[in-house]
């Protein structure tokens, strides 16, 4: 289901006492995404999601005493990547520090990541942002930094036994930190930069962005102000699970400021969880007392160098950014620019066709496959029809069970006039549900053929026009919206199977003697 489609909420905050003044919300992203890497940041051990406990980890994971990181070239890699996609300036020299802080899954008591001297600073996204029954607009975020740095391991509690057991498998795992500036103001725009961020990282292949799996980890920084006035105090918003669940997340976390402060309360310096099945934020800690994570420069790995020359290449020791910016391919909007250009589509089109990767595939793969057919009629069945389809059983389109061989086959089958739209959108619940079915048997097997014998139709039309004699009256009166309902009645008369085309036609003739 498209992201920004969001049902009301009855557990979103009432605003009914909220003094009709001018407040501004602020939200600013921390986001965490694990780099596509076969091996971990500083060792060698494996990345693979849900491997046995325990059983990807390596002497240096553990924190055994002796053993030393070694930095993963692929990471940095990627990490450059990643940082010239969104505009950032790669810094010749980054530097790797010890943050300090005691979790039972850290084995080292500390992290290493990138505090005083990122990989890459001074990025920014544009980006569409989509909201129901508003125009499209852009918007554009500054991304502060760019840092590597590894992540923890997890700990797993157990409420029977009262005890918690610690899983290593993703201690070390690599991770990019990208630290976005306060520049949005609803969760709707949150909720589109994830979107794009992810579009971005799947193309350039350095992030999986498996919500699920947790490759993509998204923390939102919320306040609201009256205009004019200096920033309010932020609460941190953790643990949000989806692209869906940020807009929802946001939007609640504001919604529940503007009460407090409405009802005479105070905004406190914490984090928060977002609970989604009851969908809102949920006290975890206060942060009024500033952690001192005792930051220090990491002895065991040299300062990164990487060679800004325009033209070089990489070597064994140093990598080129200019050799590694040849390798970034077409980006998301790009692509949006190319369709406008290319196949002449609107804007809003192009940005949901870019939006849904599937669909973009589904559109270039039949537009190739069928040259005689309008563009048109292809994205509008793709977005008009699967998508709806798709949004109405809550589902990805991902994970919709059509193949894009059954969709040429129902475009091709409803340009012949062989079947109708109905038919058309019938079969695409009949293929979700039995994807290994053929098209032209689920037209046969189910009589989805369009009516298109002329005697046929004629006796349909005879029958519509003798059942609605009022808007026959009206017709012929001048009113020539009337001819909507008799053709209704031909469509119910037929179960949706006259080709209306031709039913319009007869109509016409009949009415008009």
């Known amino acids: 289901m498209h992201y920004s489609i969001i049902r009301r909420l009855a557990t979103q905050p009432k605003l009914a006492n909220v003094p009709k003044r001018k407040w501004k919300s602020v939200v600013g992203l921390e986001v965490h995404a694990q780099i596509a890497s076969a091996s971990k940041l500083f060792s060698g051990s494996g990345t693979s999601f849900g491997a046995p406990l325990n059983s990807s980890v390596a ?28 505009g950032c300036r790669v810094n010749e020299v980054s530097m790797f520090d010890r ?35 508003k125009k499209v607009y852009y918007k554009t975020a500054k991304l502060l930094q760019l840092q590597l740095e590894q992540d923890s391991g997890k700990s797993l509690h157990d409420d029977y036994l009262k005890r918690s057991l ?62 004019g006035d200096p920033l309010g105090v932020r609460t941190e ?33 914490e984090t928060r969880n977002w609970d989604a099945e009851n969908r809102r934020t949920v006290a975890m800690r206060d942060k009024e007392v500033l952690q001192d994570y005792r930051f220090m420069p990491e002895p065991n790995l040299p300062p990164l160098h990487v060679n800004l020359k325009p033209g070089s290449i990489s070597t064994e020791d140093l990598l080129s950014v200019a050799a590694l910016s040849e390798e970034i391919p077409e980006l998301p909007e790009d692509t949006r620019q190319r369709l406008v250009e290319q196949y002449n589509l609107n804007a809003e089109t192009a940005i949901i066709l870019v939006n849904e990767p599937i669909l973009l595939d589904h559109f270039l793969s039949i537009t190739r496959s069928l040259s005689d057919l309008p563009n048109k009629v292809i994205y509008n069945f793709l977005i008009n029809d699967l998508l709806t389809y798709c949004n109405k059983l809550n589902l990805d389109v991902e994970d919709c069970s059509i193949k894009a061989d059954d969709l040429k086959d129902i475009l ?102």
Do not use: W
Request: proline share 3%.
């Open 237 to 269: 918003v953790k643990n949000i699970g989806s692209v869906r669940s940020i807009s929802q997340a946001i939007t609640y976390e504001i919604n529940r400021q503007l009460e407090t402060m409405a009802n005479g309360g105070v905004i406190t310096n």
């Open 166 to 227: 610690v899983d290593l498998n993703r201690a070390g795992l690599p991770l990019m930190e990208l630290v976005f500036a306060p520049d949005l103001e609803t969760g709707e725009e949150a909720a589109s930069l994830v979107k794009e961020l992810i579009l971005i990282l799947r193309r350039l292949q350095t992030c999986s962005c498996k919500m699920e799996e947790g490759a993509l980890r998204v923390d939102a920084n919320i306040s609201i102000h009256q205009e």
């Open 59 to 86: 002497y240096f994971d553990a924190s055994i005493p002796g053993t030393l990181p070694v930095l993963n070239r692929k990471c940095v890699e990627s990490g450059i990547k990643t940082s010239l996609a969104l």
């Open 412 to 513: 091709k089958s409803l340009h012949a006039e062989l079947i109708n739209l109905q038919a058309a959108r019938q079969l695409v619940d009949l293929l979700n549900n039995n994807p290994k079915a053929k098209v032209s048997e689920l037209i046969e097997l189910h009589n989805l053929q369009q009516i298109c014998s002329l005697d046929e139709i004629e006796n349909l039309c005879q029958l519509a026009i003798a059942n609605q004699a009022k808007a026959v009256q009206q017709y012929q009166k001048g009113k020539a919206k009337a001819l909507f309902a008799i053709a209704g009645e031909v469509a119910k008369l037929s179960s949706h199977k006259a080709n209306m085309k031709l039913v319009v036609q007869h109509l016409e003739k009949l009415l008009n003697k």
């Open 99 to 133: 943050k300090h802080y005691f979790y039972a899954d850290l084995p080292n008591g500390y992290q290493i990541t990138q505090q005083r001297a990122a990989l890459a600073n001074d990025g920014k996204m544009t980006f569409p942002v989509i909201t129901p029954g």
